[in-house]
């Protein structure tokens, strides 16, 4: 199994910056592309940004050009920067791996941010 931990959120103002931090123990040979997932208030579970295990990435359009994921494959850590923030970025975040080998997905416990203003 693989056991992802989030880190890192809180309580911002709009316009200012945060970056969540994801780390991952366990099988972890197994883990293939990771991201992090968001869930506002009442919402369901979106997309925000995706990395494979070599580097390529992608984002959601609401979240493109604000923030930037990036992973430290020999750390086991997945990361994100969060930039110009927005009251909308207000949610539950959560990092996700999934296998390599295998349907698997793995979900952290999640991290609250909230945006204010």
């Known amino acids: 199994q693989v056991r992802l931990v989030e880190s890192g959120g809180g309580l911002v103002q709009a316009g200012g910056c945060l970056t969540l931090?994801?780390?991952?123990?366990?099988?972890?040979?197994?883990?293939?592309?990771m991201g992090w997932y968001r869930q506002p208030p009442g919402e369901q579970r979106e997309l925000v940004a995706a990395?494979?295990?070599?580097?390529?990435?992608n984002y959601a359009d609401s979240v493109k050009g604000r923030f930037t994921i990036s992973r430290d494959n020999a750390k086991n850590t997945v990361l994100l920067q969060m930039n110009s923030l927005k009251p909308e970025d207000t949610a539950v975040y959560y990092c996700?791996?999934?296998?390599?080998?295998?349907?698997?997905?793995?979900w952290g416990q999640g991290t609250q941010l909230t945006v204010s203003s």
């Open positions: 996700n791996a999934g296998a390599q080998y295998g349907p698997s997905n793995y």
């Open positions: 931090s994801c780390v991952a123990s366990g099988s972890i040979f197994n883990i293939g592309a």
């Open positions: 990395i494979t295990r070599f580097g390529a990435t």
